[in-house]
């Protein structure tokens, strides 16, 4: 019995965490209503020996152009009559990642035996998202998987752009930093200590700001691996307070505040949101369980509450455009009159596929301007490194010079 970790809310809107070792997230809605509480986002603690644990720590990911593949290639070949077991082993056989090779074998050996794809998915949702179950799930049961899988290669093919557009529009500014940066290492670990030795031979007064470079470049020589551990502890650090419920709330909600941040936030989830519903509407998984799938794709804690609570509006008799009202500051606004709508003409899912199209671009638009507007905020922190670094060892030459004359 596989063990859940979950954050729930009672109905005075007190929030709760725990775990809960049940059969499955339906179980696990049960139990927590038995307690007065709703279940607002949960996570399953898969069970694996301490050995597939390292594995899969150190193992690469399995890139999304590979899942692509499988999906497209998996959809062409069933609907030209191939079976799926076939399938699976021949596109396993062509996959270049060595765990989404043996887990496609594994999926091809429940088949054999009599297990659903969908179920042989379920047994990988590292690799397989619960989009991509539910989505087969639905497709089998009403003997469209071709269609869903179609659908998802789509979908997955849109986020994969996407993705590379905001990428892409990010590499400039990356390059700069990383320039400045390897630049700046070069100089305090090759430059400045033979300057400091002349210095010091020459028995100059050195000014506050010499004597921080000289320094700094005199760890770095000497000492380089701490910078290293430090860097690391800052991560772990970061890593287990974003952990802590509390703090995790207080990051997510600052983060809404930043002007520019904010609305990337919102338009790239706006569009998440619209992109993934459309999809799994359309494959014939129900609303709640849609909103509540989309909901643990998102990283920050507001989006996934808002669908959550979404949800349980929705159980109660609620219209979708109903129940996103409330999060107009989160949502941009045309997601809810489109969905608004698309329940009016009773075409909902072809709606969102249409709003979808239109916001990927917006949020692509954003990025490229974010990164117009980064861009020479970078050069004057490019320059106003380079004349601290050039005033601090210039100074004491001009020091020198006046006290030769």
């Known amino acids: 019995m596989p063990r859940y970790s979950y954050i729930a809310k009672s109905q005075k809107g007190e929030t709760k965490s725990g775990f809960l070792d049940v059969k499955d997230e339906i179980e696990l809605s049960g139990s927590l209503r038995q307690e007065g509480l709703f279940l607002v986002s949960y996570e399953t603690e898969k069970k694996s020996s301490r050995l597939e644990k390292f594995s899969l720590f150190f193992g690469k990911s399995v890139k999304v152009s590979e899942k692509i593949f499988f999906i497209r290639n998996l959809q062409v070949m069933t609907s030209a009559g191939v079976s799926l077991p076939r399938a699976i082993g021949t ?11 043996k887990a496609l074998v594994e999926i091809q050996k429940k ?3 009599g297990g659903s794809l969908s179920q042989g998915l379920a047994d990988y949702p590292d690799i397989f998202p619960e989009i991509f179950q539910n989505m087969i799930k639905v497709g089998e049961e009403s003997g469209t998987l071709e269609q869903v899988l179609k659908s998802l290669s789509r979908q997955l093919e849109k986020q994969y752009d996407l993705k590379t557009k905001i990428t892409g529009a990010l590499i400039y500014p990356l390059v ?7 630049i700046g290492f070069a100089m305090l670990i090759i430059v400045v ?21 000289i320094g700094l470049g005199k760890f770095l020589n000497e000492k380089w691996y701490f910078l290293l551990l430090i860097i690391a502890g800052i991560f772990v650090f970061l890593k287990q307070i974003l952990k802590i419920k509390s703090v995790k709330r207080f990051f997510d909600k600052m983060v809404l505040k930043i002007p520019v941040v904010s609305k990337l936030i919102s338009e790239i989830n706006s569009a998440s949101l619209s992109r993934t519903l459309g999809s799994l509407m359309a494959s014939g ?3 709640v369980r849609s909103l509540e799938i989309i909901s643990g794709t998102f990283g920050n804690i507001y989006f996934k509450e808002s669908l959550f609570e ?10 979708l455009s109903d129940a996103l009202k409330p999060y107009q500051n989160l949502y941009l606004p045309i997601v809810i009159q489109m969905v ?9 899912a072809q709606v969102l596929d249409q709003l979808a199209i239109f916001l990927e671009e917006e949020v692509a638009n954003t990025t490229k301007n974010l990164a117009s507007l980064v861009e020479p905020l970078l050069m004057l922190a490019v320059g106003a ?3 601290f670094f050039a005033i601090s060892m210039i100074q004491p030459m001009y020091s020198m010079l006046e006290a030769i004359q």
Do not use: R, Y
């Open 340 to 348: 608004e709508v698309g329940e009016e003409t009773g075409e909902t």
């Open 176 to 182: 700069v930093v990383s320039a400045m940066i390897a």
């Open 91 to 101: 596109l396993s056989a062509q996959a270049k990642n060595k765990n989404f090779k």
């Open 111 to 113: 088949i054999i035996d």
């Open 285 to 287: 998984v129900p609303l």
């Open 385 to 387: 490194a380079v004349g």
């Open 310 to 319: 979404a949800a349980e509006k929705i159980k109660k008799g609620a219209k």
């Open 193 to 213: 200590p033979q300057l400091a030795a002349t210095f010091a031979e020459l028995e100059i007064s050195l000014p506050f700001t010499t004597k921080i470079v």
